[in-house]
């Protein structure tokens, strides 16, 4: 289980790298995406990997969850989900005035 | 300490809410609720600062959760200093803005006062989440108001800007899960007590999750190699907008200092944290500050860059850091953040009166103010340049005595003396290309009717570092205080965590 988490961190992680540096602010965003899902998990299990636990302490049962990153990432979610918003609209209004979704708003002679 | 340590930010919250309830109103309904938010707010810092000043730190528990469970606001005197200076810069800014440039698109207002809210959170804050968390509030406010007026080119800027900080966010976010994954809180003070207890197989990936953090500081903060964004989103940005981003790299700076001063001090293998590297980074930020100062095209770019060399000043002396050369970092911070505040609305001012020409810095028409914007210009070249007698020169003066005895004297004192020298002969050059070769032939602009507005809110920038040259005796006491409290630590730990019991923690599983 901690192998596979943290596989998949390691590659959500690399493919956001690489499309963030793409040119096109469509990739630009994707990796953006890509990145904070990275994070999310990792934020998740900050708090230990622990199966079929409750996030709450009840009484007689031994194990639980640490619920403070659950708490941590539902901040992290909203924040980067409204983050991610602005810059698709922003990105779109950019394409609609320059005519291209190249990062700089012009097109390099190729 | 009584609920006035939450109005810094509910207030601007609270009008940044009307206002958007407001919208469909008008300016004329948001100007009067912005501008009443902004006018009070430098009361309510007076007061912090006045019972900050006492020496007493409090702490605030939101919704009475006793720390490090819940959320504390902490107010000492460095916090209230910061406020008070957010608040300082941000009246002048929005006076300016409220002779036209808010009209430039929608909801400048409400984005303004989150814009505030988010400052004076940042600021207050004890808890490192939370201040990831007031961190998206001013920047998410800083994107629009960056977009703020349209155009391609601030379209431009701003995707660079927000894809840059989403990425610094992100790295936030991972030094954070870091920190909790192996500290087990978040609250600033109780990082400070099990700071020192982390067993040896934990202090590298605690070390490696505190130099993230600091990376996304110094990429606040447009440390070389994270300041190319700068002058490309300031310079972009109406000058209002980027009056009150000046204090916005201070975010950074405030942030640094807060984190190395209360938690990593307090470890013998975070102390060194910055040692080997941050000022030789800090150096070549200053220079290729001042080359920008020499080099930008336009007025508001070298103001751009200015900020760049006073991030570069500041950090230079972060290093070292004991009572004096924290005290001079605050001192410099309010100087410089206020100097290049008013300056983004000096070039702006000029701008309006120089036609298609705008702030370029080539020979262009009379411009009709010649004497009020020429010694506008005179005073804060003086001042950001550091010459004798306003108080850049005072604030330069005490880092340099700061950092006497450390042992990068030799390339600190040679980097902020020669860094003087380039940026007052650059602006010194770009005086007279401005005011004192006008294109004698050329007609004159349609000049804009005089604004009374406008005049205001530059004259209150551009006497601020007279009148804090003139302060500079009780100010640099305040600040001397504020260094002493940050450096000695545990006064602030004890503020926070103090009421609470012995807190029982389960070992976490390895």
Known sequence: MELMISLGIGLLTASGIYLILRERTFSVILGITLLSYATNLLIFVSGRLVLGAPPLVVPGQAQHTDSIPQALVLTAIVISFGMTAYIVALALRAKGESGTDHVDAEERPR | ?510
């Open chain 2, 1 to 510: 300490m009584s609920h006035v340590l939450l109005l810094p930010i509910l207030l601007p919250l609270l009008a940044a809410v009307v206002c958007v309830a407001g919208q469909k109103r008008g300016l004329a309904f948001q100007r009067p609720v912005s501008l009443a938010a902004t006018v009070a707010l430098p009361l309510v810092a007076a007061v912090l600062v006045a019972s900050a000043a006492q020496g007493e730190i409090s702490s605030y528990a939101m919704g009475a959760w006793p720390a490090p469970f819940g959320i504390v606001l902490v107010l000492d005197r460095l916090s209230a200093a910061m406020v008070m200076l957010t608040s300082v810069l941000a009246l002048p800014a929005l006076i300016y803005s409220l002779a036209g440039a808010d009209a430039k698109g929608r909801s400048f207002h409400a984005l303004f006062q989150f814009q505030l809210a988010g400052l004076n959170g940042a600021f207050l804050t004890g808890d490192i989440f939370n201040l990831f968390v007031f961190f998206e509030v001013l920047l998410g406010a800083s994107y629009g108001l960056l977009a703020h007026g349209g155009g391609l080119l601030r379209a431009r800027a701003s995707i660079t800007y927000i894809v840059l900080n989403l990425a610094g966010s992100t790295l936030f976010l991972i030094a954070l899960a870091f920190i909790y994954g192996t500290l087990g809180t978040l609250n600033i003070a109780d990082l400070a007590r099990v700071l020192p207890q982390v067993p040896p197989s934990d202090q590298a990936l605690v070390r490696t999750a505190f130099a993230l953090l600091v990376i996304v500081f110094a990429l606040k903060a447009a440390l070389l190699p994270l300041s190319f964004w700068l002058p490309l989103a300031y310079g972009a940005a109406i000058a209002p907008v980027a009056a009150l981003f000046a204090v916005l790299t201070k975010v950074g700076i405030y942030a640094l200092l807060r984190i190395s001063g209360i938690v990593l001090n307090s470890a013998e293998f975070t102390v060194s944290l910055f040692d080997p590297w941050l000022v030789p980074v800090a150096i070549t930020t200053i220079a290729v500050g001042a080359i920008g100062v020499l080099a930008a095209p336009r007025l508001s770019v070298v103001v751009a860059y200015l900020v760049v060399v006073s991030t570069g000043t500041l950090l230079s002396v972060i290093t070292v850091l004991d009572t004096a050369s924290t005290a001079a970092v605050i001192y410099y911070m309010l100087h410089s953040t206020l100097a290049t505040g008013g300056f983004f609305l000096l070039a702006d001012a000029i701008a309006n009166q120089r036609g298609d020409r705008g702030d370029k810095l080539e020979r262009g028409p009379h411009v009709r103010d010649l004497k009020v914007l020429g010694s506008a210009f005179l005073v804060l070249a003086v001042a950001v340049s550091g010459m004798p007698p306003l108080s850049g020169f005072l604030g330069k003066v005490m880092l340099m005595q700061a950092v006497q005895s450390s042992e990068w004297v030799e390339a600190i004192w040679p980097a902020l003396l020669v860094s003087s020298l380039v940026v007052g002969l650059a602006l010194a050059r770009q005086v007279s290309v401005l005011f004192w070769e006008p294109i004698a032939d050329e007609p004159r602009p349609v000049y804009p009717p005089p604004s009374r507005l406008r005049a205001t809110a530059v004259v209150a920038l551009v006497a601020a570092s007279p009148i804090l040259t003139l302060a500079t005796g009780s100010v640099s006491a305040y600040a001397r205080a504020a260094a002493e409290q940050l450096v000695a630590r545990q006064g602030y730990i004890d503020a926070v965590l103090g009421t609470t019991p012995q807190i029982i923690r389960e070992r976490r599983p390895r």
